[in-house]
């Protein structure tokens, strides 16, 4: 594509008129880190939100460095069976002879997997079925009203254990799947209620005018101005997932083979754990489960500051 040329006189070489800046992809780049960076400064700022991210870092570093802090392996099932907390296994042993902290370090792992693989699967369901709910008119919006109020009216605990007890034996993928089938549409209908409230605005109605295509438009004009909305539902669908996957282990509908949190406390109720004094062995992985769910939710907070100031703490208002 050549460049636009200035007219001038007969005789004289034609001068070249510099177009308007092209945006180039490390342009984009750059202010998308630039908003990720204010994002970050945002949240970390709120005192909650600090102690939630300080806790969930924990978290992953434990799940990713789970091999080097680990005594032993999750599976090793040689030593004595029952044993009280000691030196060589702080917090003992199961019924099994496994080492219960090597299990607790290595149940981090399904516990973040589930909850930012299922959690993430949710938002995008919600997001795309959300902003498309929320630009729609007429008869599709209609059907997709009555779906998410399908969704929502049912419960969604039998529902998970109806979904998982049909598709027992179905390993990790099966949790996530239940997971994302039942936690979408409280996502969905909150998106919806902000895309309709900015479908009205100037913005939106100079795209429509200019010949922009629906989809353009609900992706490129509406999408950018709920990122802070798609965040928060992403922590709050991360940390449902979380719940839900350790729920249905605890009812013998997960993936048994696994070491999770909520496979530790099956087994431990299937050995009588209370009764034979081993409390630890449902205490530390109850403990780590409302840990990991709490701090997600400090981080939320700090994620609502985002879109309303007021909320914001620790900041000059």
């Not at 399908?150 to 605990?157: E, S, T």
Request: charged residues 10%; proline residues 5%.
């Amino acid at each position: 594509m050549t460049e636009p040329t200035a007219v001038t006189a007969a005789g004289t070489e034609p001068q070249v008129v510099p177009g308007p800046p092209r945006r180039t992809s490390r342009t984009r780049t750059g202010r998308f880190l630039q908003v990720v960076g204010r994002g970050f400064a945002t949240v970390w700022a709120n005192p909650k939100a600090r102690v939630g991210l300080v806790m969930l870092g924990a978290f992953v570093l434990m799940a990713v460095l789970a091999p080097v802090l680990a005594p032993y392996g999750p599976h090793d099932d040689s030593f004595g069976r029952n044993e009280a907390g000691s030196a060589a296994h702080w917090l003992g042993t199961t019924g099994n002879g496994e080492d219960v902290l090597s299990q607790v370090i290595y149940g981090a792992r399904i516990s973040l997997l589930v909850g930012f693989v299922a959690g993430g699967l949710s938002t995008l369901v919600a997001v795309v079925i959300g902003l498309s709910w929320g630009y729609l008119r007429g008869w599709g919006d209609d059907v997709v009203n009555f779906l998410v109020n399908l969704f929502l009216v049912m419960p969604g605990l039998p529902l998970m254990i109806i979904i998982a007890a049909y598709l027992q034996n179905g390993g990790l993928p099966m949790i996530i799947l239940v997971v994302v089938l039942t936690g979408w549409a409280w996502g969905a209908r909150v998106l919806r209620s902000q895309t309709r409230s900015l479908r009205s605005r100037d913005f939106v109605t100079a795209a429509v005018f200019s010949g922009e295509r629906p989809a353009r438009v609900v992706f490129r004009e509406i999408l950018p101005n709920m990122t802070s909305m798609i965040a928060a539902s992403f922590f709050g669908a991360a940390t449902a997932a979380i719940l839900a996957e350790s729920g249905l282990s605890f009812l013998g509908l997960g993936d048994m083979s696994t070491v999770s949190w909520g496979s530790m406390i099956f087994w431990a109720q299937n050995s009588m754990a209370i009764l034979t004094g081993q409390w630890v062995l449902l205490f530390a992985p109850g403990l780590c489960i409302a840990l990991l769910a709490t701090s997600m939710t400090l981080v939320n907070f700090g994620v609502d500051g985002l879109s309303n100031p007021r909320l914001r703490e620790g900041t000059g208002r």
